[in-house]
DNA sequence: CTGAAAGCGCTTACAG
DNA sequence: CTGAAAGCGCTTACAG
């Protein structure tokens, strides 16, 4: 196995100094059209690739970026990720990535990785962590932006939306199509403040509403089948809900399977909102109410901040994002009592 | 900003030789006690993590493996790269990632952006690219596995399973419901050999079948709305197909709303049937009928493969895995002529 | 515009 | 078990 090629061997060939031919790599201008041509020339021969190691090594910067988040297999953070990448990629920068499976020891484990991998930056989904999380992202003054959420006045950097009151927002929505008995499968708010918050938004807004009340809560992990099976407990009651608030999509369209399971009509019968509009959402029937999560956004918006941050031009504003409540067929006035 | 402590100021710290320093870290059980106390002592008075270009450079190994994927907004992929860098961390590899939105061009730009970011291996999906990318692959030697699609015998590393021969069988499944006249809406063939083989797959196996035909055949990028669309155009024709084989379940996603937007019922009119079984499949009505793609064990396999090369033993084999045809209520038998 | 040379922070034979 | 020293491949003042 051939070693790779270094910067000798391409200054030798081109019968010039490495100086020259790093000048010529890094800043074309400050090297001459003929020294350039061979250099050009002797590059492509040796198929030669800077070695990045040394690079950084010599720079001190390492040109990559890294985010955690806690899956992506939820069609919930893709977008937002590829966008994230993608102007990433256009300056230059290079996306490690790492998930968590909504656990904070293994969050703090990945983060630890991708920092001694060099990331000299980092996308964070939420707000709950370790605290020792915290402190070592403070201690090596990690620049960091936090996604997915949005917090006022803290000390921290967020680019997100806000969780409860984009789910206060829509429960107000459901309230005014005349649902009284209303209940909400929250997703599992163990180490996860966005679905703690949506969770909480949802209750605050029905409590508000002095002639509703909050029927059953109950919490269940972002999967179909878990979904499902909380819809079902639910709507086993005898003086059943007639709106059901999810805690995300994917627990709304397990939820409208158990409904129709049940034999339900959607919606004249029970009434069922997501959040996060991720694809199967309008493709579902009927089509899904939910709120739309302005994904693709905020990945370029945390990537320009955070690039910027980088850069040691620390933007300390934060950006928040709205969300969107997006109606759909799976809402419907509240069925008048039989 | 004051620096970040080196191996030397630990070291000098501890009062100890950077050599032995580099030991305790690397290989403790070749340090003393007392010298191991006092090093560790000094590293987290310092709060000292090792430079990664540093010691990329000194002991030329990276850590880091890349994956160049067409998009990470599609589920498609989205449980296989989670598989794939749960195996990497696990061998404490970190995964660098990029996107090339299906085309060649961005591809071989991310391929050498990864590499040079110190990638010591590729993940790359499909065997349609550049040869320019080949060639860069192979005068550098750069070890890579290829997924998502199989081939025997090619002088490439697959982890994958046979597109071509699983849109055979799913349409031979189709046939066997006695449909005879049959529509196909392709993936956007242009640069994406998965697409294609889904495409002739399911071409040859109608023409195989004696009394059959393919009455459309018709491109859409991986998209609702444009499997919407596709649908539409075909199903407004006169000798109406009775059933439609897509290639993907965005597509064939879209085709059921299409169907259903012209007052079809599924499947007794028109029957639909897609590919992948991403989680939207399940949860459509009818549910629809696909093909299932082993993404997790795929995206594990290539890991284990990948590790093996880049550890120097080239396991050449390749792995070719199996898909399943899941039969659900988008495919029924053919409408007995009105 | 170009080159010689120091230096980035680590690892690793080689001695002891 | 420990240390002195060379070397990994690049970049960048400093001279010219």
Redesign the interface.
Known sequence: ??A?PTLQDVANLAGISTATVSRALNDPDKVGQAARDRIDNAITIL?Y?????????ATNQ???VGAIIP?????MF??G??AF??VL?EA?I??????SGYDPENELR?IK??????ASGLLLIGNDRLDETRKYLA???TPHVISWCYHDGADQMFVGFDNYAAAYDATQRVLANGHKRISIIAGDCTSNDRARARRDGAIAAVGDALDAQVVHVVQAPYR?DAGRQACEEILNFANRSTALICGND?LA??A??AA?GLNLNIPDDISIVGFDDI??A????PPMTTVRVPQIEMGRAAAALLLNVVAGKPDLSGVRLDTQFIERGSLGPAPTKG
Chains 1, 2 share one sequence.
């Open positions: 196995m051939k790779q198929g690739t800077p070695n990045f190691g040394a690079r950084a090594l390492t040109n990559t899956t992506l297999s939820n069609a893709a977008s990720i590829q990448q993608e990629s230059g290079t996306l490690l990535i790492a998930t990945q990785s991708l920092v001694s991998q060099g201690t090596r003054r179909i994917v369209a397990g409208m399977i129709r694809g199967l309008s493709v579902v029937t």
